[in-house]
């Protein structure tokens, strides 16, 4: 039927009055957008349709460029100028007669040659890039070649050289990436195998890995192809030219004055101690540092792998491990020169790191007469520092109860020394913490000192302040006391506060 018409068929009736009104019908309600996006009918792909433009991706950030340090302002042209005159210069000079001279008279030979080697070849160059020249041979003939201008600078801490494009340095805690490079791999091995030759070492395709140290105690690691990939990877750690003392970490913000005082009290008492830290945080300089206050006439005997060590005393006895043969013979390990120690009528044992077994014997010699004996090792706080000598011990094959060798740990070191290279890149001395005993299988420590970081300056510097504990009666009291020290050591702990 029709809306608003009659059917025919219909029969008239009339509505009833009571009846209602029909209602109205309610409007459809308008789609959500969810729902209308549902209902949508989804496009059918076309074969051979060209592809809809998708959105472009967002850019990734640019990495940041790597800065380099211009430390030789040389060009590409000095460069090969340079290679041309040493090929030269090899293909010219008698290098077993050279061997026979000394380093001022090889030196005066070699640049006689080089300027009629330039006459000769008409190469034009200014009087400075000359000299510089001259320089440049005589260090790649005689002496380190590039390496020369770093290890003449005294603010260098670490010298890298991974390969012979690429060499970066440490300066004021920071790595750089410097313009120093060397003329081939060649060249590169050749001065690494210079440098070790110098304490007796090799390095070569058989015998790699090599641990050697300059004539200034800097220490040396070479690793050569094939296990380094691009080229030899040679590493120096410098030592500064003027040997450090206590005061300089005070100066540098290593250590406050009161903590200074402290840590010489500490030295002067000849308490045992253990200095820990992470690689490059500092603990062969506070060592040297500590080894300012043994007192003239005290035997002291050292063992290295390498020796750095710098000890300001006349009656040292400096002793260094040797790596075995080229038939795997003839090695001197740690341990052999700890143990020999106790033969030499020591009164200070100090090993430059402890690493391996070694640990037991250098305990067993603190604890046996020898007080006032000091090592290294790796750990990222005083009680990892004694795990970790736990765990050395243990590696060693010395099967000893646990209870056992902590009780060995607790009667030998008495003062644990942590310190730190912060994200600044300066160092600092986390912690003087001093080892009190054994509860249960525990062992128990107590901080005598400890850096607090309060933020950083408008330079992105560090800022903190060393501080005490409030400890007011330390453990090493009585050894103090046992050198007329009580007087300064209650001094100082006051100055240091709670």
Not at 306 to 331: M, Y
Not at 435 to 460: A, F
Request: contains cysteine; aromatic residues 4%.
């Amino acid at each position: 039927m029709a809306f608003g018409k009659r059917s025919p068929s219909a029969t008239p009736t009339a509505a009833p009055a009571s009846a209602p009104a029909p209602k109205a019908a309610p409007a459809p309600a308008a789609p959500r957008p969810e729902a209308a996006k549902a209902a949508a009918p989804k496009p059918v792909a076309v074969k051979g349709a060209p592809k809809a433009p998708s959105p472009p991706a967002p850019a990734p950030p640019e990495p940041k460029q790597e800065k380099v340090r211009q430390v030789s302002q040389q060009s590409e042209q000095y460069y090969a100028t340079k290679t041309t005159i040493f090929n030269a210069l090899i293909d010219t000079i008698d290098l077993s007669q050279l061997a026979q001279l000394d380093s001022e008279s090889a030196r005066e030979e070699i640049r006689d040659i080089v300027v009629e080697i330039i006459s000769i070849k008409n190469v034009v160059m200014s009087l400075s890039e000359q000299e510089q020249l001259l320089d440049d041979i005589c260090n790649d003939v005689l002496g380190y070649g590039p390496l020369e201008p770093l290890l003449a600078r005294d603010d260098i801490a670490d010298i890298m050289v991974n390969g012979a494009d690429t060499t970066y340095i440490e300066v004021n805690g920071k790595i750089e990436r410097t313009n120093i490079r060397f003329r081939d791999n060649a060249q590169l091995m050749n001065i690494c195998q210079r440098i070790v030759s110098q304490v007796g070492r090799r390095v070569d395709d058989s015998s790699p890995i090599c641990d050697a140290r300059l004539l200034d105690g800097s220490r040396v690691n070479v690793i050569a192809p094939p296990l380094a990939i691009d080229g030899p990877t040679l590493t120096i750690r410098k030592f500064k030219k003027d040997k450090l003392r206590l005061q300089d970490l005070v100066n540098f913000g290593s250590i406050s004055e009161p903590g200074a005082e402290l840590l010489r009290i500490i030295g002067h008492s000849r308490c045992n101690i253990l200095i820990s830290g992470g690689t490059g945080s500092g603990k062969t300089t506070l060592l040297n540092c500590l080894t300012g206050f043994i007192e003239p006439g005290e035997r002291v005997i050292t063992c290295e792998d390498s020796a750095e060590l710098q000890l300001q005393q006349p009656h040292v006895v400096r002793l260094e491990t040797r790596p075995p043969n080229i038939e795997g013979s003839g090695e001197i390990t740690m341990r052999d020169l700890v143990k020999n120690c106790l033969r030499m009528r020591p009164e200070r044992i100090i090993v430059g790191e402890v690493r391996g077994p070694e640990a037991f014997d250098l305990l067993q010699a603190m604890n046996t007469g020898h007080d006032g004996s000091m090592g290294t090792l790796h750990a990222n706080s005083p009680r990892e520092a004694l795990s970790r000598v736990e765990s050395m011990i243990t590696m060693g094959g010395f099967s000893l109860p646990a209870k056992t060798i902590r009780e060995m740990i607790v009667g030998s070191i008495d003062v644990v020394v942590q310190a730190s290279r912060l994200r600044d890149g300066s160092r600092r001395i986390m912690n003087v913490t001093e080892v009190l005993g054994l509860e249960g299988d525990t062992i128990v420590l107590q901080d005598v000192l400890k850096y607090e970081i309060e933020g950083e300056d408008e330079n992105g510097r560090v800022v903190g302040k060393h501080r005490g504990t409030g400890i007011g009666r330390p453990r090493f009291w009585d050894r103090a006391s046992y050198y007329n020290l009580e007087r300064e050591l209650a001094a100082a702990l006051d100055e240091l506060g709670g």
